[in-house]
């Protein structure tokens, strides 16, 4: 009788704990699924299986090379995506409507250049918007494209980038090009030992970016490769 006891016990903890893996794996699932959900809005590459790269640039600083850039973009009858912050843009509306008049496409790079992964929501949707503001009040266009600074991002910016409908662009292939030791060399190293069909190559307005531009470009055109913007591999 006490062994009959002990067992029905023993059954019905048993089926508790089912219970509780069977609920467990139910929320872990229904998470993921939402995560899913929420991050595909980020793009880390195009979606294009094509040999097309998109060039991005992101600007805070260095408006001493970009005419240069401008000037080698030009020569080779190519576009790309130029990432401004919305403070650098309200400093250098000229700057930035020469950029437009080349036809290159116009992303938002935040207002402030802050660690948005830190940001609430209400914040996060402020710096985004109020850098869409200023960067439609010089342009005519009002970007579409999100690209967070140093890639940093919370939940809280994806909601507050998608409740703006703009799309959040990171990138596959990284120049380095900020950091002091990044040679014309190491610049082009990192972007031809890691290109491939759709990849989005990060940049800045740097010396040694201009210098290792014309290595880049050269190198992608001889492997069939076509340079062009985020709107070209999405």
Not at 143 to 165: Q, S, W
């Amino acid at each position: 009788m006490r062994l009959l006891i002990i067992s029905k016990k023993l059954a019905a903890f048993i089926s508790i704990i089912i219970v509780v893996l069977v609920i467990f794996s139910i929320f872990l699932t229904i998470q993921n699924k939402s995560r899913e959900v929420f991050y595909e809005d980020i793009y880390y590459k195009g979606t294009k299986d094509e040999k097309i790269v998109a060039f991005v640039c992101n600007i805070d600083w260095g408006n001493e090379y970009i005419d240069d850039m401008l000037k080698i973009f030009q020569e080779n009858n190519i576009r790309i995506s130029f990432f401004p912050t919305g403070r650098w843009a309200k400093e250098n509306p000229e700057l930035l409507k020469k950029i437009c008049n080349y036809n290159h496409e116009i992303g938002n790079h935040g207002y402030n250049h802050l660690d948005y992964s830190k940001l609430s929501y209400d914040k996060n949707k402020e710096e985004i918007l109020k850098a869409s503001d200023v960067i439609e009040e010089i342009t005519g266009v009002r970007p579409i494209y999100f690209g967070p600074p140093a890639g940093a991002f919370n939940e809280h910016t994806l909601k507050a980038a998608r409740d703006l409908n703009n799309i959040v662009i990171m990138w596959s292939v990284d120049t380095i090009d900020w950091r002091k030791d990044s040679t014309k060399e190491l610049i082009y190293k990192r972007v031809v030992s890691k290109v491939e069909n759709s990849s989005i190559v990060l940049m800045h307005p740097t010396e040694n970016t201009v210098k290792a531009l014309p290595e880049i470009i050269k190198y992608l055109f001889e492997n069939g490769f076509k340079i062009g913007t985020i709107s070209d591999v999405i």
